[in-house]
């Protein structure tokens, strides 16, 4: 029923496991806690709302798709102050410190039951996973005099690129950087060989949402995530 995250478990220090719920499928509360004492945190993730003792919303994930790419849907006038970041290059200081800025509306930062600095940790690892790992295809960057903002692109399947994180620094905001971010990505994806490209945000972040749908993506789907903490 309850499936434990290795990876989770071993980078917060204490054992952590998720619940899908399948659409049209019910859930229990009285069969979860059956299920819960081995954990000290479960991630909880469905399709509509559930109720249970215990669980708290922490997030609507909207995931948001492109249509499919095609050549003629890319941008022919990109901009000339992005550039795929370079180690050694660019500074990896400022691109930790966006990445930081991206997730301020992550259910690791908003839930107050995170206690040892988990956020700033997991986003920590996510840039870095990005920079030195491989995890990213690319990385974009917008840069004046200094990185003002990025996108990252990851591998979802063959045929499916995801923009992973996305940041401008708040000085920088409402001057259209997010925009051409966005189109740059597409135009990467599709110089990669990906057919289609998804992104996710906060339903609450509405900044977010209104560029995704600038940038002609449509909703895919909404799920709806919660925490369950053994406290």
């Known amino acids: 029923m309850i499936k434990q995250l290795n990876w989770d478990t071993e980078f917060f220090g204490y ?5 899908i ?18 954990y000290k945190l479960i991630y909880i993730l469905s399709s509509e709302k559930v109720a249970g003792n215990g669980l708290k ?15 003629g849907d890319l941008n022919k006038n990109p901009s000339s102050k992005i550039e795929s970041f ?11 410190k966006l990445a930081l800025s991206s997730g301020i509306n992550s259910r690791f930062k908003i839930d107050i039951n995170f206690k040892n600095n988990e956020y700033t940790k997991l ?3 996510w840039i870095n ?4 790992k491989g995890m990213a295809l690319d990385i974009l960057i917008y840069r004046e005099k200094e990185i003002l903002g990025f996108t990252t692109i990851e591998k979802k399947s063959k045929y499916l690129a995801i923009i992973g994180l996305v940041a401008v620094s708040e000085q920088e905001r409402g001057k259209g950087i997010a925009s051409k971010l966005i189109e740059s990505s597409i135009n990467r994806a599709f110089e990669l060989g990906f057919e289609t490209i ?14 995704y749908e600038k940038c002609d993506f449509k909703i895919k789907d909404i799920t709806y995530i919660y925490h369950y903490w053994n406290l």
């Open 123 to 125: 986003y920590n690892q």
């Open 129 to 132: 996973n990005a920079v030195y």
């Open 86 to 96: 370079s180690e050694g290059v660019h500074d990896y200081e400022s691109l930790k």
């Open 15 to 19: 054992k952590v496991g998720q619940l």
């Open 57 to 71: 919303l922490v997030d609507k994930k909207v995931t948001f798709q492109q249509k499919t790419l095609i050549k």
């Open 198 to 211: 998804q992104v996710a945000t906060q339903f609450e972040n509405i900044p977010a949402m209104r560029l």
């Open 21 to 38: 719920i399948s659409k049209n499928k019910k859930f229990s509360s009285s069969t979860f806690q059956t299920y819960v004492n081995d």
